[in-house]
T-cell receptor
């Protein structure tokens, strides 16, 4: 149980285009989901907290107009990287906190999406 | 906000030896401390966690200790095996709100056969 999926697992796009990444909790509901970015040999850096039915909360230094987050249901959050540039190339990982039925202090990670912008 | 420091950044041990990774945190309100193992290109996997009302927790070859007064916690892996080679992250989780987790900088553990 507590499975989180991400789609796509990897994507290559051209500079200036937009890319959407989906994060789904498959067997539980998640009021809160988190989006992280991880550059090679670095730690996970929280980009934003996604809350179902409300606006996402972005961490300092993360452009909300560039990284659009939509949490339209209790099982789906999406991250759209708009006007992507090579410096946006990274490993994007989501995680989900269960709304109930499991300890809410735990979070379950998706498998990650490798984004390469050429 | 919370700040988590992790040491060492790299650690090499001989197979069968023990490995210890240490972390410190800044927010005394943090009450949940998970440890994650991440293999290259994969998601972090929770390997053990500890809550602030407990000083030590053990699961087979893995143990975690927590010193709330000093605000530091450690991961201990005994009888290391080559498959333990990975990057390990500690994290601290304050209570309330959305309970954002702050990760340490990571330790690359290499177990030499």
């Amino acid at each position: 149980g507590a499975v989180v999926s991400q789609h796509p697992s990897w994507v290559i796009c051209k500079s200036g285009t937009s890319v959407k990444i989906e994060c789904r909790s498959l067997d539980f509901q998640a009021t809160t989901m988190f989006w992280y970015r991880q550059f090679p040999k670095q730690s996970l850096m929280l980009m934003a907290t996604s809350n179902e039915g409300s606006k996402a909360t972005y961490e300092q230094g993360v452009e909300k107009d560039k990284f659009l987050i939509n949490h339209a249901s209790l099982t789906l959050s999406t991250l759209t990287v708009t006007s992507a540039h090579p410096e946006d190339s990274s490993f994007y990982i989501c995680s989900a906190r269960p709304s109930s039925g499991r300890p809410t202090y735990e979070q379950y990670f998706g498998p990650g999406t490798r984004l390469t912008v050429t | 906000g919370e700040n988590v420091e992790q040491h060492p950044s790299t650690l090499s041990v001989q197979e069968g030896d023990s490995a210890v990774i240490k972390c410190t945190y800044s927010d005394s309100a943090s009450n949940y401390f998970p440890w994650y193992k991440q293999e290259l290109g994969k998601r972090p996997q929770l390997i053990i966690d500890i809550r602030s009302n407990v000083g030590e927790k053990k699961d087979q070859r893995i143990a975690v200790t927590l010193n709330k007064t000093a605000k530091h916690f450690s991961l201990h892996i005994t009888e290391t095996q080559p498959e333990d080679s990975a990057v390990y992250f500690c994290a601290a989780n304050p209570p309330g709100g959305y309970q954002k987790v702050t990760f340490g900088t990571g330790t690359k553990l290499q177990v030499i056969p």
